[in-house]
């Protein structure tokens, strides 16, 4: 169970997918010592940059004390054991990971579990812009596992969203939900514009305002009551609004009837 | 200058009916001769490997403005393939679009020295030319889109075929090309308008012409021409369920052009234009009708268009089909008109072995290599990148040559695929010999490539040297090793020069772009309502449309004298 710390504060971005539990499983330390990372165009030793120490078998498989803002790609496609970052977190976290837990105390950057298939990611703060989303261009998003988010997300979160669950308990930038066609995003307060554009299968609950309705979302009746997940459901009345009709699409739009009186005088007559 | 001799390798030479005798091969100044000072030349031990003449690619987009959009388009694309550079190589990324310079390396470390761009709207001839430059290690050429050009078109139309033949003279010349390409004749002009055409008899809106006349005036220009490629034909319909139809149609209609023993005409990706069936529920291979027809008519060549199951996309002058692929997939996607001369279109796909589509698709391509039985008529390509990406060839190679690869390969596709698949019984397994034809002996035979292709004395010294000992090695069972060796070729040489060892590019070399210069009787003139045309119809003005000299890095001339 090892602790890193880092030695410096980075000024050029740091790639280390070798932080990741799978990698440093069986390792002593001096070999996690000496596995390479990049830090801007120059190859380096993880110890050039961090201090590590091996602590309580107990204890999460990598904790992180100190501000990591700057390093990218931690616990990249991970499959077990766990990261707690003490700390903002840089891009690319825990994406394409495939089991285990992640926890930020603190902020996140980028790309938050972008793609990811199975596992959770905790962030106990604010997430950047494109939480869970893939890479540009792509439209493999993510398939399985759970974020919640106790913060704001950016713009472009959960696009492309194939399986699993988005809880987000701030608000949601714009484009939230891009192109999803399956899972489940849940924003216990309000969500940006365009949200759920090109949807075509899936759920978006939003407890919150919305900025607007796309006009390609057409109401098809109330409902007092959604299910997140196994465990848990959001409380109504909710407008279900299906979409997005320009891509044919058959997702489900829940928002919330009570925090949205400006959308009454529009749909309630067709309900 | 530089000798070389590659001693004691066992020899592939279809052109001149050599089949892997152990012989030496001696290159001096670039060229194939007979013999060098073996003291002074360079020697490259070949025994116990195959030498083959450098591969000839007769199809595969790799320049140009489609290319380029698709590059734009698939930032996910590149990420899953980026390529460091080395002392000797540049970075670039993959993986179905390469940049340029991964482009040549990649072709290189598989033995080829020689690729056809087929796919070139006029007005992108500079931005073409610009990126063939920028291609290493390979000759070029690149064929423009003549089919639905409009001048082409009112030529056709008035029945003048010289004036017609000049025009097209004067198009080579300016767009630096080296054959006639036609994609769905009549089809992009009617995309124009929101239409297609749908049979070889349909009318082109706005002229009153018929796509089976394009084909056969082209046919017939490309002859009193004297070009040295046939036309190269992208059918009517292509892609979609019942186009063997259409295909033998427009086969049947270029028996009318006469010909002088040479091919009239070439059809490329004969896959994507071989399906049966009337919907894509009830899709199935048409190889058997197709493959008939062509056992008995020698008027035409043909490549594959084989599907590899990956993640690729596709590109084409054929915007309605790339319509049809949009409303299939659902996937982005980007289509275009452009101006008087073309369409395009462009969108991801994804074959995969899951669906029977695609896994039938896989088998057309496969059928037809199989069931054609003169290997000069058909070509190994994959339709860079349309059915999957050139760097896969040696996949295709190992399917072609091993009955127990493709079964493998079959026995892991969708149910569907495999029960209508003529696969199973199809016990045929090309030898080396055959291999070299369809890779580069009958590509560039078809290509009119004198001096390509082969490694007679004059030819140029482009040569391909595997890994393989056909004595020990029976490529057939052990067809992993085989493809392992076609993917990392022992040596590449082009033009007398080693750019490849052990499949590491070890050399930089610039290769030449070869263009047609076509001596016509009277030369069309460029006067005034030509120029008219230029301002009324195109965003560009007449003189800033040609190729001019300084734009083609390493030129190749190649000078004909028609006969008109």
Known sequence: MIVLTPLKKFELPVQAESINPDVFQGKSVDEIASLTVWEGNKQKQLCDLFKIEETAVEAPSITINGDVSEVRRIGQGMKNGEIVINGNAGMHLGEKMAGGKITVNGNTSGWTGSSMKKGLIEIHGDASDYLASPYRGSTEGMRGGKIIVDGNVGSDSGCCLRGGVIKIKGNAGPFLGFNITDGTIHVEKNAGARLAANMTGGKIVVSGVVADIMPTFTVDGAKAKVKIDDTESAQGPFYVFLGDLAEKGNGKLFVSKASNPQLGPIYDKYL | MTEMIIKNGFVFDPINGINGEKMDICIKN?????????????????????????????????????????????????????????????????????????????????????????????????????????????????????????????????????????????????????????????????????????????????????????????????????????????????????????????????????????????????????????????????????????????????????????????????????????QLSGHKWVNSDVETETSGGIIPMHYKRTSAVNAIQWSIGLELALLIEDPWKMFMTTDHPNAGPFFAYPKIMAWLISNKARMATLKRCHKKGQKKSLLPSIKRELSLYELAVVTRAGQAKALGLKDKGH???????????????????????????????????AYTIKDGKVVVKDGEVVQHVDGKTMWVNVQTADPVKVDADMKLKFKKYWTVEYENYPVSDHYVKVSDQIHVKASV
């Open chain 2, 30 to 326: 670039g060229k194939i001769v007979e013999s060098v000072n073996e003291h002074k030349a360079k020697k490259i031990d070949a025994t116990g490997l195959t030498v083959m003449p450098g591969a000839v690619d007769i199809h595969t987009h790799i320049a140009g403005g489609e290319v380029n959009t698709g590059r734009m388009v698939r930032p996910e694309d590149h990420i899953k393939d980026v390529v460091r550079k080395t002392a000797i190589t540049r970075s670039g990324t993959g993986y179905s679009i390469p940049s340029t310079f991964v482009t040549g390396y990649r072709y290189s470390k598989m033995g080829y020295t020689t690729v056809m761009n087929p796919s070139m709207a006029p007005l992108g001839a500079k931005h073409t030319h610009e990126e063939l430059n920028d291609i290493p290690l390979l000759d070029k050429a690149t064929f423009p889109l003549i089919g639905d050009w409009w001048f082409v078109l009112e030529y056709l139309q008035k029945g003048d075929l010289t004036g017609c033949a000049r025009h097209v003279a004067w198009m080579m010349e300016t767009t630096k090309g080296y054959a006639i390409k036609i994609v769905n004749p009549g089809g992009l002009e009617s995309w124009g308008f929101g239409n297609n055409v749908h049979s070889i008899d349909d009318v082109v809106p706005n002229f009153g012409i018929t796509p089976r006349e394009i084909m056969c005036g082209l046919a017939k220009v490309n002859k009193m021409l004297n070009l040295p490629h046939s036309i190269h034909l992208h059918t009517n319909n292509l892609g979609l369920p019942g186009n063997y139809v259409t295909t033998l149609e427009t086969m049947k209609a270029l028996e009318s052009v006469p010909t002088d023993g040479k091919p009239v005409g070439h059809i490329t990706h004969l896959q994507f234009s071989s399906f049966a069936g009337d919907s894509w529920g009830n899709m199935k291979s048409a190889a058997e009708e197709i493959s008939k027809y062509i056992n008995n008519h020698n008027h035409m060549t043909f490549d594959m268009g084989q599907v590899i199951f990956s993640d690729t996309t596709t590109m084409t002058a054929d915007g309605p089909f790339e319509y049809v692929l949009y």
């Open chain 2, 455 to 489: 490694l007679g004395v004059g030819a140029d010294g482009d040569v391909a040297i595997y890994n393989i000992n056909p004595e020990t090695l029976d490529i057939a069972k052990k067809y992993r090793t085989a493809r392992r060796a076609f993917g990392n070729a």
